[in-house]
C-alpha cells in the first residue's frame, strides 16, 4: 500500500498568513493526488485534484503543486472560513489511501 | 445540484449486519463510479469501496473484502453498501462519495454521512 504523510500534523496562523501544508508519498504517484477541506461535523470538500488542477467553486487562495513523491497545498492568503483540516490522497494506486490531516487553527 | 443523502446506519452488535443507502439525485447517475469512504471517530479518512457506474467493476479496502458488498440500482440513483460480521473497528462515519469526470477515485461530492456504530 502506498503511505501518504503530511507535515505539520497542525499549524497555528492568523488571517492573512500564507500556508503551506505538505504530503508525501511513499512511492511516486505521477500527479494523482487530490486535497480535500474538512471542517468538523462535515464532509470533506474537493480543493485541488491532478496535484494542481482547482476544483470548480474553490477560490483561488488555494493552490497545489508537486509530482511523484512530494507535493504542496498553498493558502495564499488564510481567510476565516478556512480553519479546517487539510488531507491529501493518492488516487493512483488501491487501496486509494489518505493523509492523516493537517488542523488548521487560529494562531 | 448534486445530493448524496445517506441512510442506515446505527447500532449494531458485532458480528451483525447493517445496509446503507445513499440516494443520489442532480446528475447522471449511471455515468460515475461512486464509493464508500469512512472516518473512525476523531481519526482520518479510510477509503472503502468503489463501483463503476454500470456496476460492472467493484473494489474493496483490504479490511472489509469478504465482508461488505457494494452495490448500486442505477433505476433508483441509489448506492448500497451491505455490511456483514460487522467488528467493533468497523465504528465510523460512512460517507458516499461521487467519482469525478478526471478519475473515479477523486471524491468531488459527499454525502452527509451515517454514523456505523458496532458495540455490545
Known amino acids: 500500500d502506498i503511505q501518504m504523510t503530511q507535515s505539520p500534523s497542525s499549524v497555528s496562523a492568523s488571517v492573512g498568513d500564507r500556508v503551506t501544508i505538505t504530503c508525501r508519498a511513499s512511492q511516486g504517484i505521477s500527479s494523482w493526488l487530490a486535497w480535500y477541506q474538512q471542517k468538523p461535523g462535515k464532509a470533506p470538500n474537493l480543493l485541488i485534484y491532478a496535484a494542481s488542477s482547482l476544483q470548480s467553486g474553490v477560490p483561488s487562495r488555494f493552490s497545489g503543486s508537486g509530482s511523484g513523491t512530494d507535493f504542496t497545498l498553498t493558502i495564499s492568503s488564510l481567510q476565516p472560513e478556512d480553519f479546517a483540516t487539510y488531507f491529501c490522497q493518492q488516487a493512483n494506486s488501491f487501496p486509494f489511501t489518505f493523509g492523516p490531516g493537517t488542523k488548521v487553527d487560529i494562531k | ?120
Not at chain 2, 442506515?8 to 439525485?25: D, E, I, N, T, Y
Not at chain 2, 463501483?51 to 479490511?63: E, K, R
Not at chain 2, 460480521?85 to 469525478?100: E, I
Open chain 2, 1 to 120: 445540484e448534486v445530493q448524496l443523502l445517506e441512510s442506515g446506519g446505527g447500532l449494531v452488535q458485532p458480528g451483525g449486519s447493517l445496509r446503507l443507502s445513499c440516494a443520489a439525485s442532480g446528475f447522471t447517475f449511471s455515468t460515475y463510479a461512486m464509493s464508500w469512504v469512512r472516518q473512525a471517530p476523531g481519526r482520518g479518512l479510510e477509503w472503502v469501496s468503489t463501483i463503476s457506474g454500470s456496476g460492472g467493476s467493484t473494489s474493496y479496502a483490504d479490511s472489509v473484502k469478504g465482508r461488505f458488498t457494494i452495490s448500486r440500482d442505477n433505476s433508483k440513483n441509489t448506492l448500497y453498501l451491505q455490511m456483514n460480521s460487522l467488528r467493533a473497528d468497523d465504528t465510523a462515519v460512512y460517507f458516499c462519495a461521487k467519482g469525478s469526470t478526471s478519475s473515479a477515485w477523486v471524491f468531488d461530492h459527499w454525502g452527509q454521512g451515517t454514523l456505523v456504530t458496532v458495540s455490545s
